[in-house]
């Protein structure tokens, strides 16, 4: 036993002394500006876009970044930010959990001085500073509705509408929610009472529950997803019951969604979508690092700015303009290109 | 000249610094038996497991039929040609006779994987007649008793044509027919000119079989010579190193008419029948009877283990209608169980934790939330330790599954005795225990019978119960047969009694 | 055969003593320090020392189970729940667009706040409505285990399933945010130079210890652990001693449910829905048997440190996007398995004294 113990001696020994070196050490090479990239997991064509549009950008202009992923778990997320904070980063792009923990997390960022920014998902509100990119979901969810509703109204019957709602701790479920239901209720007379089929955003969740929904009224004919990546579960379910059809079949649904990816958009090629609301994935990565690489030239510490992205419908009509505004159309290009 | 079929030579092995075996020499000529005895303790089974491949031995060799034998695993020894027959039978209990027997290499269609099933149980027919065993081969092991799955074992080494059979202990489960069946196999096989290695406390057993003898005593080889030269004194006295005079110390018996434990026709269905009877103060009271008679059954019900529909139990005049383990210690009722291992000790704990796992809310104010007296129940412990000469390591250190039988039932012992037990219950206390231990055992039962403690004794072994106590009760078919006082002790007319069917 | 004769020879007795996980902790760290420089900064050892605090409250609570034989899997779903209600209580405000739909709505909290938000004796109650609720969660499962007899896996999976069920169902998913800033100092905060969940931890080991080291009930945990039946035999109540783990196990994890609610400034309903892993890993690494009878207060400060550190140095890390879990199981496996090498070791030094 004696060994062990002169043997655990020595270790503790060696521990101390290393963290007194350790203490006085400055470990950050040279002037180079590292950022800290903190997200959950990279589940739809969004969200991988996004992390290759600020990852690759910010790389190549030369800055360090620290990418974790915490696996949607809040808690980690807490850590590995304050993680990052010890290692005296310059900078944080955050896409958090939900609202509240990114309160929380910016709060810590706050308290240490180190400039944040939040990516696409908000905090719940704006007790503390931070520099926020959120896109007008509500604004792109009814433009995007109401050209649906034009559509339905040269039908002539009244329409059976469901939306495939979101994860509602997710601030953007709500608001593409209520972006629908306004463009809904500017025609009473045109729609029956939606149908509101909650998907979670989980793609099995939302096949087991939209067949569910149409077994109850196959009569749906006009239907909005609170998510581009959850179309393939539209058609799963669609196409067995015959009612996945291009415009100008009779039993087409009006089919449409929000975000821009490429699925979407080859859809819409095929006159399967009639049209998609579209968050500007380039500007807002783009806005956010913009942002917090001024407020970490201008040396603040807790910047606060709330950028909003207008976005924009694209639809059958305005196709061949803005189609090259949508990311999703950018990165089919790209791949074809390639 | 018969060759040599196992030559030992020197073997040595140590544990923690405890030697085991001291340069041991033995031989073993082929075709011969070898009765090998020993205390527990003494070595014999580290010597079986060194040639069973289990463990390593520290220095010396082996010799298996002129080559040297240097087994690395069990698998070894089973290559070479070594068949072990062991008190804990190593059968598959769910798969039937012929597949255990041919576990290791099934008979199977030429070139196929697939098994021979006809010819499997073919083989295992004639297998089974060998060993006298008329049973089905398509019979799951489970069904089998003890001792037909000792013939499967016998059978499975013929099957492998071991070269060398070591039997372990293997009449302790075994019924009296089922022995002379045992030794009716043996015989065949010694005619066979099978090498066997025969491992027994019974040591008139152990007469009967060999052909040569050798005692092991604390690690060294004492004795060794032909069978002639032995006779069970000797075998005693050079296991032990001392004449042991009387196996049975005698006491004073002056039971007092106080009854301490009164039983009233006590009656569970399927297990006991209308039991009545009483213990009185310093009092032994046996209680024999064939295995599954209800003796160990009767007592688990008193002690609370067990539930009754019927009749009344009393301790020290106390109505105990619904007894617990927890009520009945309580009432400073204390039980000895039969099965150490599964319900008496704590095997992965130490000799002092086991010592006083009874006593610990002696020792502290608050019951089970306060604190253990370490300083008390230390000193306890070590005084119980020493006064049952428990041989062992540190008592707080030492763990009760390195100990030898006798110790760790005396451990058991001990632990009750730290309750200051008014009535205690002792369920086969000497089983698998060597000699020198079960003398201990006696003595201590009966200064406690002479302090005043009523005991309740029960034994498979009619000697013991004639030794020890003053009166026997004899049970059959859960039903109390008869009661003999020491004066009438009959061998013949209790075990007549032990046999007769119910009535 | 021949690898643990190899290990004999090693310096034996650091291999089977009490402090060999400390040792590996302390080796893996001066590795880790040798990449990674700031690994010894006093910023990342504060860091990683909070996040030792309300683990180990878990662990201690998960080892009390383990020692019994069992295994308590709901820990974490009543971290979850009791961090809701926690938060129904104390709570200082509610967005009503959020909680408008949710049933208790208007009955325990409404938009000025939870049940006795702006009291006083919020943050004191809440934390007594956590912890009770943990103990009777806690109660529940003992009894099936114990008095029906059910299995502890099946048991607490179950209990797992419907609690957190539970909470997500009481909160329609919503976090709770406006906890009181006296609550959330209990996780963050610090007396003087001391973190006060240092002060929570070490005062519930020191229990911990106390109890198992000293105390007759301890001895019947471990009693219980290794034989039962010897255990009833000898007049133990097995019973009660069983459903007295399992609640001291939920006790533990209402502490660690204050722990993290106040860290994230929330009652959130998915609290801890990743942690059961890090928990039983941790206990397994410190050599707390998975087959009960076995354990100490120093084992599970030693595997959670550990496992700490291991999170701490894979977070550095630029490999893991979907690594993390896959190293995590993998240390775990290589914990398990060398805690069989090690048992084995012991036992094969004592095979013969004496075995029939």
New interface residues.
Partial sequence: MENAKRFILFILLGVVLLTYAGCSRKDKPSDQITICFAFQDLETEYWVAAHKAITETLRARNIRVLERNAHQDANRQLEQIRDAIAQDVDGIIMIPQDGESAVTIIGEANQAGIPIGVFNRPPADRSKPALVVVADNERIAEEAVAYMAEAAQKLNRKMTPLILVGDLGDQNSIERKNGFYKAINAHPDLFKEPIEVPTKWDAVTTLANLEAALQVEPRVDFLFTSSDFLYPQVKAVLEPLGKWKPIGDPAHVILGGLDGDSAAYTLMKEGYVDATGVQDLFFEADAIMEALLDAIEKGQSTPEKWIQDPGFALTQENMAEREMDMWGYRILKAEAGS | MAECALKIRDISKSFFGIQALREVNLDVREGQTLGLIGENGAGKSTLMNILGGVIALDGGAIRLFGDKYYPACPADATRAGIAFIHQELNLFGNLSIADNLFIDRFPQFRRSPLIDKRSTYNQADVLLSSVDLRLPPQTPVELLTPGEKQLVEIAKAMRRESRIIIFDEPTTSLTAAERSRLFAIIKKLQDQGQTIIYISHTLEDVLRVSDTIAVLRDGCLVSAGPRDEYSVNKMISDMVGRKIEQMYPTRDTCLEAKPLLEVQSLTQPGIVRDITFQLHKKEVLGIFGLMGSGRSELVRIIFGLDPFSAGKIRLNTVNIPKPSPALNIRHALAFVTENRREEGLLMEASVMENLNLLTLGKCSKLGPMGLIDRMKTTKCTQQMSKQLNIKSGPIQKHQAKNLSGGNQQKVVLGKWLLTDPVVLILDEPTRGIDVGAKVEIYRIINQLAEKGTGILYISSELDELMGMCDRILVMSNGRLKAEFQRDDYDQEAILQAAFSASN | ?KMYRILLRW?E??VL?D?FV??LT??Y??LI?AIY???????????LL??VWPLLALVIGQMFVLIVGGIDLSQTSIMAVTSVLGAMVMAMRF?P?KFQHNPLWGVIFSEQGGWLAGHSSAVPAAIFVMLAIGMGIGFLNGLAVAKLRMPPFMVTLVAMSFFSGLAIYLT????I?HLPASFIAIGKGAVGPIPSALLIVVSLAAVAF?ILN????G??F??VG??I?????????TDRVVILAYVFSGFCAGIGSIL?SA????G?P??????LLDVIGAAVIGGISLFG??GKVLWAVYGVLFFVVL??SL??M?I???S??IIKGCVILMAALLDALRTRIAA?????????
């Fill in positions: 055969m310096p007795k650091v003593s402090h400390l040792v302390a080796l760290f001066l320090w420089p700031h690994m010894a900064g006093h910023r990342n050892l504060a860091n909070s996040n967005d667009a329609r998913s919503e976090n945010m106390v000293r105390s007759v009930l001895r019947w471990y009693a290794q034989n039946r010897t255990a009833s035999v000898s007049g133990i109540p993290y860290r994230l400034e929330a959130r998915t609290l801890g829905r990743n942690l009878g076995k999170d701490n977070n550095k630029p893991e996007f979907y993390i879990d094969n030094q004592v095979i013969a004294v004496g075995a029939a």
